[in-house]
């Protein structure tokens, strides 16, 4: 988890909140209201962030980052 969550903080400002919003559960809806943002951003900025930490554990090729990849897709679909 901490592999996961530094990558979580190399993430541009809006993107990680966003990211951490949703692991804490929240809906789409739920963050675009606390972020006043619509619903399309959030899914957007869900993907990118997800799209930037794959690329990053990708990058580093070792077994942890692999494994964390596999989590992520599992875990997090979107």
């Known amino acids: 988890m901490d592999l996961l ?3 979580i903080d190399r993430l541009p400002e ?4 966003i ?5 804490d559960g929240l809906s789409n ?3 675009a209201v ?4 619509s619903v399309e ?6 993907k990118r962030a997800k799209k ?6 990708i990058d580093k090729n070792d077994g942890n980052s ?13």
């Open 34 to 37: 606390r972020c006043q943002i």
């Open 14 to 17: 809006r993107c990680r909140e």
């Open 52 to 57: 930037i930490i794959k690329e990053h554990l």
């Open 66 to 78: 692999a494994l964390l990849l596999l989590f992520l897709n599992i875990m997090y679909p979107f």
């Open 41 to 46: 951003t959030v899914k957007t900025q869900k």
């Open 19 to 23: 990211f951490l919003l949703s692991l």
């Open 29 to 31: 809806e739920e963050i």
């Open 5 to 7: 969550f530094a990558e």
